[in-house]
RNA sequence: GCGUUCAUAGCUCAGCUGGAUAGAGCAUCGGUUUGCGGUACCGAAGGUCUCAGGUUCGAAUCCUGAUGGACGUACCA
């Protein structure tokens, strides 16, 4: 249900009829709920236009809206603010109408796109540390969302496997022999440390490795068998992660930065014909307007440096894979290189003008203390482990409950225990940094994951202890009745913001307003108590129903899972 | 040096395409129950939105400057 785009609608049909010339109509959520539902707050600046009085506007305006359907009642307040209640059997009728919705209630969009979503991009050469999480999981949130709203979705996992490293990796790899190298790849971490160890301590082996460099990149068949089945190995690990994770990224996926190594020397070239490069201290360079500092995309040895790969990258994508959108879910600290890049891209006619390419920036996760989080002897913390411990807490806050089966048990401590990771990540405004912290993540007060798995098992032993046929339609008996159909038709609304504006935190603040309103509304009417009207009984069971729908449709799209009992 | 970005309650965070008395959660204090899952619900208290100017009928939000922090800044990605 798009309430907005409709009420803007009504909106200008009554400016029109009222002969007020305006533009775009703006529709805002009302500030507090004694002034409705909805606000119109652009008389007062139509007001300065066309010089008149705002409130002599707002109340002439006011008599020309439409309050026959969707609109109980309009006011003027203050200045010139119009304020909007909606209607309560409109928001029955339309609540009534999704309830055996599996989109509960969600259109598509109009103008559908095709998005690559590029996210995750883990380096091969090492395991997936915490700073790799933010990227993966606000990535897979924003594809998912995104394509559940009709769009075309291209995720893309562009990951590191390319580069000087790998030599020594792969020369490392053959010394081991094939059962050494499984044994020991199982900890990349532990893989590299040891290989750079025989780097430093043996000259031959540096040489082979830097031997085994050039001759990866000159398609050296032995090099490159070894190579893949690192990169196989590595991969492997990544996976074992998105499985947990539960996150859809598949090798179809994968476009690795080895992938546009051959375009690279075009993209030089092309920057040379359009005359966007220059050579300075011996590498190829791109100075762009008012910055002294440039781009280099070749180096005086003549490699190439990860803005060529880039270059490379957002022409395949706007060219061969014909994307309007192309999102880059990186760290914000990479801010100006995507600045840069997508400048050069245009300019150099790589991406076409209307294309619109961009960086969706992310803070790090920090400790207690406000410092990037580390492992106390001050090592990077593995995606892996901080995955399996939350699971281990999870088990520990919800083993005092009702008695579980192991198995369930196990089960339960999985899906809340990712859960709340994700949650806890995706419920901050992706721009900040933001605090880790174990306790607030595990919580089941305030916005937290816990809260809504919580409020969704209390819905489904209501409809279980019900346990009959739920029929009939909605009616709206009182005011949080009222505020729960609104929130609950407001979905899309919320969706598709998420989506514009690339921030899955808007739905999680919009799916804790809709438990907390839940909450309101189930403590003070009851719905399987003595005494309670049928017809009321069913429309309350029916509200219960719908909210659990969005509610596991809301964190579905967040990738996280609801379970009928904790 | 230059650039980017941030500063909101004791703490963790919303709100930022300018709108009415700046909102949540935690912590603190108080209340609700013969309970449809009380890990719930209701309430109180808590603020010079870092500071100083400016634009405006109206600024946490936009502009300028200051202060403090984070990050980036020529051949790593």
């Not at 309009?74 to 919705?101: C, Q, R, Y």
């Not at 410092?371 to 913390?381: A, H, L, M, S």
């Not at 901050?428 to 305030?446: A, Q």
């Not at 998420?498 to 808007?506: G, Q």
Request: with cysteine; hydrophobic share 40%; charged share 25%.
């Amino acid at each position: 249900m798009k309430i907005k785009s409709q009420l803007s609608n009504i909106i200008s049909d009554a400016l029109k009829s009222a002969n007020i010339e305006s533009d775009d109509v703006v529709i805002s959520d009302a500030t507090k709920p004694e002034f409705g539902d909805y606000q119109f707050n652009g008389v007062m600046k139509l007001a300065k236009v066309l010089k008149q009085n705002p409130r002599e506007i707002a109340t002439n305006l006011v008599e020309h809206i439409d309050t026959t359907g969707m609109i109980a009642k309009v006011e003027v307040a203050g200045p010139g603010f119009i304020n909007i209640w909606l209607s309560d059997e409109w928001l029955a009728k339309e609540a009534t109408a999704i309830l055996n919705d599996d989109r509960v209630g969600v259109g598509y969009v109009e103008n559908p796109q095709k998005v690559v979503v590029d996210y995750s991009g883990p380096n091969m050469a090492k395991q997936m540390h915490v700073g790799h999480l933010r990227s993966t999981i606000i990535g897979d949130t924003l594809a998912t969302l995104l394509e559940f709203l009709g769009n075309d979705v291209i995720r893309q996992n562009h990951i590191g496997d390319w580069g000087t490293q790998f030599g020594m990796l792969i020369a490392y790899l053959e010394e081991q022999g094939a059962d050494g190298a499984t044994t020991e790849l199982k900890d990349l971490e532990q893989f590299y440390k040891d290989a750079k160890v025989r780097f430093d301590e043996s000259p031959e082996f540096a040489d082979k490795a830097r031997e085994y460099v050039v001759k990866i990149q000159s398609g050296d068949e032995h090099c490159l068998n070894l190579w893949q089945s690192f990169i196989d190995a590595s991969l492997g690990h990544c996976e074992e992660v998105y499985d947990k994770l539960g996150v859809n990224l598949t090798r179809d996926d994968v476009r690795a930065e080895s992938f546009y190594n051959p375009k690279l020397a075009d993209v030089i070239k092309t920057l040379k014909e359009k005359n966007l490069s220059t050579v300075s201290d011996g590498a190829e360079c791109v100075f762009l307007d008012g910055s002294e500092v440039p781009v280099i995309v070749q180096k005086g040895d003549g490699g190439y440096l990860y803005a060529t790969t880039d270059l490379a990258a957002l022409e395949y994508r706007a060219k061969e894979l014909k994307a309007d959108r192309i999102c880059y879910v990186v760290d914000a600290r990479q801010g100006q290189h995507f600045k840069q890049v997508f400048t050069i891209a245009k300019q150099a006619g790589m991406v076409g003008e209307n294309v619109a390419l961009e960086h969706i920036g992310f803070g790090t996760m920090m400790d207690k203390g406000g410092k990037p989080f580390k492992t106390r002897d001050g090592g990077v913390i593995k995606l892996i482990d901080l995955l399996d411990e939350a699971v281990v807490k999870a088990k520990e806050s919800i083993k005092e409950r009702d008695a579980h089966s192991e198995d369930e048990l196990e089960n339960i401590a999985t899906v809340v225990g990712i859960g709340a990771v994700k949650y806890a990540d995706l419920s901050i405004s992706r721009e900040s940094n933001y605090i880790f912290s174990w306790d607030k993540m595990l919580s089941f007060e305030g916005n937290t994951s816990l809260y809504m798995q919580y409020a969704y098992a209390r819905i489904q032993s209501i409809l279980r202890k019900y346990d009959g046929e739920i029929q009939g339609d909605i009616i709206i008996g009182d005011e949080t009745e009222h505020r729960l159909a609104h929130l609950l038709l407001k979905f899309e609304d919320t969706l598709s913001k998420a989506a514009t504006d690339a921030t899955p935190h808007t739905i999680t603040s919009y799916l804790y307003d809709l438990v907390t309103q839940f909450m309101k509304f189930y403590e003070l009417n009851p719905i399987l108590k003595g005494g309670i009207e049928e017809e009321v009984k069913m429309s309350r069971l029916q509200l219960a129903k719908l909210t659990a729908s969005v509610i596991k449709k809301g964190l579905d799209i967040l990738g996280i899972k609801v379970i009928d009992k904790i």
